[in-house]
């Protein structure tokens, strides 16, 4: 993955043809027609839930993500600092705590069949991260971070759920942590995407930010 990263940069980056002999990958004169324009270059993102992710994103320069376990089990294990790190995670919020916990048992009702389906992929994953949040969910199941969605097989990512102060409070201490990239699970509708937008930008407030740090 590093060697192909490695290459797809050079491409689009070079404005000269691009030849390279690697232990993977081998091309010759390959050049991006027409060039892409400095501004558009784009970020590049990799798992780093493991330690061999982490060390990948290290060597490609590139952004970790991490399935997030709740922040404040970060506490005595920030990100590390040497790379950009960014999480990704389920929003569902309203003004109302009540209505944004009635919204996401709607939306994700637990069913004896999904969490079957749940049980099975895990036997057969040999993925890091999907048994590192399993895991995680037998001992931190805890308001607002919830894992329901994902022991019930319908989304691959922990969700927080609950009032407008409360989860981009939660947001603003990931930001604190030192992680600046969010990769949201996707919203169903605009409406979704919109109370989304808006903890965000509480998150970012400078009080909730002050509030934070104490």
């Known amino acids: 993955m590093i060697e192909y990263v490695t290459i797809i940069k050079q491409v689009l980056a ?4 691009v030849s390279v002999e690697g232990e993977f990958y081998k091309v010759a004169k390959l050049k991006m027609t027409p060039p892409l324009p400095p ?9 780093g839930s493991s330690e061999a992710g982490l060390a990948a994103a ?8 991490k399935y997030p376990k709740p922040p404040g089990e970060y506490e005595n294990e920030p990100p590390d600092e040497t790379i950009d790190s960014g999480v990704r995670v389920g929003i569902i919020t309203r003004e109302d705590e009540d209505e944004a916990w009635r ?3 709607e939306r994700f009702p637990e069913d004896r069949k ?10 057969v994953s040999d993925s890091f991260w999907h048994k590192q949040l399993s895991a995680l969910g037998e001992v931190s199941e805890t308001n607002p971070y919830w894992l329901v969605p994902f022991q019930y097989y319908k989304t691959f990512c922990p969700y927080l759920v609950g009032s407008y102060p409360k ?16 990769i949201v699970d996707i919203p169903p ?22 509030d934070v740090a104490r």
């Open 14 to 17: 070079s404005p000269a043809p």
């Open 39 to 47: 501004e558009l270059f784009p970020g590049i993102f990799v798992s």
């Open 58 to 65: 290290r060597a490609m320069r590139a952004t970790a993500v």
């Open 103 to 105: 919204i996401a048992h």
């Open 114 to 123: 999904s969490q079957l389906t749940h049980q099975m992929a895990m036997k």
């Open 167 to 182: 989860i981009a409070a939660e947001l603003a201490r990931y930001i604190a942590l030192g992680f600046r990239t969010f």
């Open 189 to 210: 509708n605009e409406e979704e995407l919109y109370h989304t937008g808006l903890v965000f930008k509480q998150a970012v407030e400078p009080q909730v930010v002050r």
